[in-house]
Structures are given as structure tokens and as C-alpha cells.
């Protein structure tokens, strides 16, 4: 969807406006330029090819837990980081931090003639205490197996971290050497004055999940204080740092304090049942895709699949939620019993998953209904299965919206006219079978754009993370606004900000 424009002073002259109207119009033709010529939708992009030219490797690791143990065993960062969460920042740090960015920018703007349009973006890894990072990535690694971690509505708590692990995924590339890496399109920096944004790797999701009540939330204000002391944070109070949040209810306790940094997250929840107001937003925030919960099906899968589609409509999953996801149980009433179609209450574990796994490779549209949020995981489950989602969430707002067009992958269909009576499924049964081959041809090249993988690969999710963060990196923040464009839409967002 397209952000909306913030309100410009009333204090500011004309001649102003008109100059920064001018700048941002042709910032928006230089930055779509790069854009362009890399899209996502082009089924041989030359970067991809080039990078694996460049850089012949064994597959990517797309296991959560696999990746994960390799990491830990082999790769995690060693440092010497002090365990102090106490020590705040002086005011001449800020000062001294403040000045060498001022001479930094300088130095970029007499020397680079198209600063402040900047690629790769710059962007700074915290080096936290490893209470925050990795004491919290050991506790998964040595409890994951504990499948009788549920949470109060029954779902496992592990395999709720791993459908939210994104925080795990980018934080490894990032710190990866760069040898090793083949994102081109972002640089970790090592200096904090050459950065235009900054990465904060704390594990919300996990502490939420395996730590006691008290325990969590005393974690989250340490985390808190160590981040808000740092004079990069108090220079610009958080609006160039990067929260990952991505579960709803993670982070909660403190997330007042943090409501000006960039939250990466799974959606925007419309409904406020788990954002409060002013806290999130198009024009700051990004949403992520989950992680899918099924194996991906390649070229040779889906191939072989298609003979075996049989079932028109397949949902597999917990039939009753709440708020938004109420829509489930009308589904339910509305769909059961009807021919081909199979709606399912959806088991834990291994089996569950196979389950699940097996409907979608044999069905042809699957069910992709709001849960607790308006998104859900099992849109991108059925989309690397090649199972083209029938999307019933009115107040949805999608991954990467200005890059992907999901219309070319999906069915949208309104909550009013999914429950009327046998509305969904004569729809469904008029989708002619030409355009169902073309969406799955789709399906199958749209699928590396919501893949995970170590290392993180070009177009995938980690990829088009910073493709869509370049917006918000593209202007120091001294300036009046942040550009942050959204080229394949054709919208230019403006983020301005309360001291501008």
C-alpha cells in the first residue's frame, strides 16, 4: 500500500519546498535507475548470475537448526564484548560521536557526486553483550527438541521462534566475512560515523519464548538501556536503528521507548490488538516474511506435482483464532464437507508438518485466512509449495509490496464474499486452467524472494530487506526528511521527523 505524506511545517518558505520537491524528484529518478536494471521479477537477473560466477559454493543452508548449529559451532563471532549494561553515554560522547559524523558527511559530499544517494548502504553491526545474542541462540540450540514447549493456545513454542527467526537470518549475513558473503547491496562498517543505519541483534523472539516472565522482561530493559545509552541512539533517538520484532508479542514491555527506530515486523495489525497507536507505521517500519514452516519446492517438485493436484481447496491449520482470525471459523462452517476440498485442525511437529507439506503439493489453491494478526505463516508455506494462496484478510498489508505484485501469485477474495454461500468455491471452479499454469509458473519463480538461506542469496528475503531499506538509508539525517522510495510502485514517502 502506499504510505501516506506526512504534513509539512507551516513555517517552511516556499522557495524551500519548491528546492526539496525538485531534490526529491530527481533523487527518485537516480535511485530507481540501479532498481530497474536488478529487478525481482526478472527470471535471469545478471547479478545473480554474476555472483554465482563469482562465487561457486555449495547450495545454501535453508534449515533453521541446521544453519543455526553450523553457526554456533563454526562461525559465531568470538569478540570480547564487556557484560556492563549499566554505563551511560556522557554528553561529550554524543558530542564527539556528532562531529565525526559531520566530517564523515562532508567528506562524502566533496567527494562523491551523487551522496547522498548511497550504495551499498552502510550499515553498523552492535557488537551487544552476549546475553543478548548468543546465550539466547545456544538456549534454542539446547532446548529446541523440547516439544512439549507449547504456548497457552498450543502452538510449539520452537517452532514459533523458527517462523520468526529473521532476526537470526540477517544478523548472519551482516557479520559474515565478506569473502563469503554475495548481498552486494548493503556493507557492514566497522566505524559507527561511516554508517547510515545501525543493527541491533538482540533476540526478542527467543527471550520471549524461553525465558521465565520476569526474567524476559528484566532482558528487555537491560537490552533497552545498553541500546538508548549508545551516542548514535541519542544523536538521532533511534530513528536510523534497526529493531528486528517480528513476533507480535515480543519486546512488548519496552517497545514505548523504542517507537521512533525502524521495526522489522510481520505485518502492521490494523486491528491495534497488538501495536499500539502511533508505534508502527508504513512510513518507518518493514514487513518481513515469515519463515516458512514446509520444505521448498523446486522446479523438478513442482513439475511433478502437477498430475498429483486433486484437490481443489486445501487448509490445514488451528480452525479457530482470535480477533481477525475469527474469519477461520465462518470458513470452516461455510467449507466443510464440500467435494474436493479438505480443511484440517493442523498438528505439531514433524508429522504435522509433513501433513501439511503433502496437502499443499497435491492441492491447487490453498487457503491463506487471517490468524491472531492479519498475516499468517501459511501464505509463504503455500507459496513455496506451488499452491497458488487464496488470501482472505482485508486489512493485510504484504511483504515487499513495492517490489512483488502478488496478484501475479495469489487470489484476494473480501471476508464479505469468501462466507457467502458457495461464492469461494464457484469462483475458484472458473479460474481457467491456462491461468492456474501461468500463477504456478509464478509461484515457482516468486519463491526465492521468501526463502531464507545461509548464505543469504541474491533475491532472497534478506536481499530485497535492503533494497527496500535503501529508501530510509539515502539521506543523512540532518536534512529536513528521509526519502524513502518505493520505485516499482511509482510512490515517493516521505519521512519527517518531529525535530525537522
Same mark, same amino acid.
Given at each position: 500500500?502506499?504510505?501516506? =505524506? #506526512? %504534513?509539512?511545517?507551516? /513555517?517552511?518558505?516556499?522557495?524551500? @519546498?519548491?528546492?526539496?520537491?525538485?531534490?526529491? &524528484?530527481?533523487? !527518485?529518478?537516480?535511485?530507481?535507475?540501479?532498481?530497474?536494471?536488478?529487478?525481482?521479477?526478472?527470471?535471469?537477473?545478471?547479478?545473480?548470475?554474476?555472483?554465482?560466477?563469482?562465487?561457486?559454493?555449495?547450495?545454501?543452508?535453508?534449515?533453521?537448526?541446521?544453519?543455526?548449529?553450523?553457526?554456533?559451532?563454526?562461525?559465531?563471532?568470538?569478540?570480547?564484548?564487556?557484560?556492563?549494561?549499566?554505563?551511560?553515554?556522557?554528553?561529550?560522547?554524543?558530542?564527539?560521536?556528532?562531529?565525526?559524523?559531520?566530517?564523515?558527511?562532508?567528506?562524502?559530499?566533496?567527494?562523491?557526486?551523487?551522496?547522498?544517494?548511497?550504495?551499498?548502504?552502510?550499515?553498523?553491526?552492535? =557488537? #551487544? %553483550?552476549?546475553?543478548? /545474542?548468543?546465550?539466547?541462540?545456544? @538456549?534454542?540450540?539446547?532446548?529446541?527438541?523440547? &516439544?512439549?514447549? !507449547?504456548?497457552?493456545?498450543?502452538?510449539?513454542?520452537?517452532?514459533?521462534?523458527?517462523?520468526?527467526?529473521?532476526?537470526?537470518?540477517?544478523?548472519?549475513?551482516?557479520?559474515?566475512?565478506?569473502?563469503?558473503?554475495?548481498?552486494?547491496?548493503?556493507?557492514?562498517?566497522?566505524?559507527?560515523?561511516?554508517?547510515?543505519?545501525?543493527?541491533?541483534?538482540?533476540?526478542?523472539?527467543?527471550?520471549?519464548?524461553?525465558?521465565?516472565?520476569?526474567?524476559?522482561?528484566?532482558?528487555?530493559?537491560?537490552?533497552?538501556?545498553?541500546?538508548?545509552?549508545?551516542?548514535?541512539?541519542?544523536?538521532?533517538?533511534?530513528?536510523?536503528?534497526?529493531?528486528?520484532?517480528?513476533?507480535?508479542?515480543?519486546?512488548?514491555?519496552?517497545?514505548?521507548?523504542?517507537?521512533?527506530?525502524?521495526?522489522?515486523?510481520?505485518?502492521?495489525?490494523?486491528?491495534?490488538?497488538?501495536?499500539?497507536?502511533?508505534?508502527?507505521?508504513?512510513?518507518?517500519?518493514?514487513?518481513?516474511?515469515?519463515?516458512?514452516?514446509?520444505?521448498?519446492?523446486?522446479?523438478?517438485?513442482?513439475?511433478?506435482?502437477?498430475?498429483?493436484?486433486?484437490?481443489?481447496?486445501?487448509?490445514?491449520?488451528?480452525?479457530?483464532?482470535?480477533?481477525?482470525?475469527?474469519?477461520?471459523?465462518?470458513?470452516?462452517?461455510?467449507?466443510?464437507?464440500?467435494?474436493?476440498?479438505?480443511?484440517?485442525?493442523?498438528?505439531?511437529?514433524?508429522?504435522?508438518?509433513?501433513?501439511?507439506?503433502?496437502?499443499?503439493?497435491?492441492?491447487?489453491?490453498?487457503?491463506?485466512?487471517?490468524?491472531?494478526?492479519?498475516?499468517?505463516?501459511?501464505?509463504?508455506?503455500?507459496?513455496?509449495?506451488?499452491?497458488?494462496?487464496?488470501?482472505?484478510?482485508?486489512?493485510?498489508?504484504?511483504?515487499?509490496?513495492?517490489?512483488?505484485?502478488?496478484?501475479?501469485?495469489?487470489?484476494?477474495?473480501?471476508?464479505?464474499?469468501?462466507?457467502?454461500?458457495?461464492?469461494?468455491?464457484?469462483?475458484?471452479?472458473?479460474?481457467?486452467?491456462?491461468?492456474?499454469?501461468?500463477?504456478?509458473?509464478?509461484?515457482?519463480?516468486?519463491?526465492?524472494?521468501?526463502?531464507?538461506?545461509?548464505?543469504?542469496?541474491?533475491?532472497?528475503?534478506?536481499?530485497?530487506?535492503?533494497?527496500?531499506?535503501?529508501?530510509?538509508?539515502?539521506?543523512?539525517?540532518?536534512?529536513?526528511?528521509?526519502?524513502?522510495?518505493?520505485?516499482?510502485?511509482?510512490?515517493?514517502?516521505?519521512?519527517?521527523?518531529?525535530?525537522?
Amino acid at each position: 500500500m502506499r504510505a501516506k =505524506q #506526512m %504534513p509539512w511545517s507551516s /513555517t517552511r518558505s516556499k522557495s524551500q @519546498l519548491l528546492l526539496l520537491l525538485l531534490f526529491c &524528484t530527481l533523487s !527518485l529518478l537516480a535511485l530507481s535507475f540501479p532498481f530497474f536494471f536488478s529487478s525481482p521479477s526478472d527470471p535471469n537477473p545478471s547479478s545473480s548470475s554474476t555472483y554465482t560466477h563469482l562465487h561457486p559454493r555449495l547450495p545454501p543452508e535453508t534449515s533453521f537448526v541446521l544453519s543455526l548449529e553450523n553457526f554456533l559451532t563454526h562461525k559465531a563471532p568470538t569478540y570480547r564484548i564487556s557484560e556492563d549494561t549499566v554505563r551511560s553515554a556522557l554528553q561529550d560522547d554524543v558530542a564527539s560521536f556528532d562531529d565525526r559524523k559531520f566530517v564523515k558527511e562532508m567528506e562524502w559530499l566533496h567527494s562523491d557526486p551523487y551522496y547522498p544517494l548511497n550504495f551499498p548502504i552502510r550499515v553498523y553491526v552492535y =557488537q #551487544m %553483550p552476549k546475553k543478548f /545474542t548468543l546465550d539466547l541462540l545456544w @538456549l534454542f540450540r539446547n532446548t529446541y527438541r523440547e &516439544t512439549s514447549n !507449547l504456548t497457552s493456545n498450543g502452538s510449539p513454542v520452537h517452532r514459533l521462534i523458527e517462523q520468526h527467526s529473521i532476526d537470526y537470518w540477517l544478523w548472519a549475513d551482516l557479520i559474515a566475512p565478506e569473502s563469503e558473503r554475495l548481498l552486494k547491496n548493503v556493507v557492514r562498517v566497522d566505524r559507527q560515523e561511516e554508517a547510515d543505519l545501525f543493527y541491533v541483534p538482540f533476540f526478542t523472539t527467543i527471550s520471549f519464548f524461553l525465558l521465565e516472565k520476569q526474567q524476559c522482561k528484566a532482558l528487555y530493559r537491560e537490552a533497552l538501556k545498553w541500546v538508548t545509552d549508545q551516542p548514535a541512539w541519542k544523536r538521532s533517538e533511534g530513528r536510523d536503528h534497526i529493531f528486528p520484532i517480528h513476533h507480535p508479542w515480543s519486546f512488548k514491555s519496552v517497545r514505548r521507548y523504542v517507537k521512533n527506530a525502524i521495526w522489522l515486523l510481520p505485518d502492521m495489525d490494523s486491528t491495534g490488538n497488538w501495536y499500539k497507536p502511533g508505534q508502527v507505521s508504513l512510513e518507518k517500519d518493514l514487513i518481513l516474511p515469515y519463515v516458512a514452516n514446509v520444505d521448498l519446492c523446486d522446479a523438478k517438485c513442482v513439475s511433478e506435482s502437477e498430475s498429483k493436484r486433486t484437490t481443489l481447496l486445501f487448509f490445514r491449520g488451528r480452525l479457530k483464532r482470535n480477533a481477525g482470525g475469527k474469519i477461520r471459523s465462518k470458513l470452516v462452517t461455510e467449507l466443510a464437507g464440500a467435494k474436493d476440498v479438505v480443511i484440517e485442525e493442523g498438528t505439531a511437529g514433524e508429522k504435522g508438518k509433513a501433513a501439511a507439506q503433502m496437502g499443499m503439493r497435491t492441492s491447487t489453491f490453498c487457503l491463506s485466512p487471517a490468524g491472531d494478526t492479519p498475516s499468517s505463516a501459511r501464505l509463504f508455506d503455500a507459496i513455496v509449495s506451488g499452491c497458488i494462496p487464496v488470501i482472505i484478510s482485508d486489512e493485510l498489508e504484504l511483504p515487499f509490496e513495492g517490489i512483488l505484485d502478488y496478484r501475479k501469485i495469489s487470489i484476494f477474495v473480501s471476508s464479505t464474499d469468501a462466507v457467502q454461500p458457495g461464492w469461494l468455491l464457484t469462483y475458484l471452479k472458473s479460474i481457467s486452467s491456462t491461468q492456474i499454469r501461468k500463477m504456478r509458473r509464478n509461484l515457482l519463480e516468486f519463491s526465492r524472494h521468501f526463502v531464507y538461506s545461509s548464505p543469504a542469496q541474491p533475491l532472497g528475503p534478506e536481499d530485497l530487506v535492503w533494497r527496500m531499506m535503501s529508501g530510509v538509508a539515502t539521506l543523512p539525517l540532518p536534512m529536513l526528511c528521509l526519502i524513502s522510495l518505493s520505485p516499482f510502485e511509482g510512490a515517493i514517502r516521505y519521512i519527517c521527523y518531529a525535530h525537522c
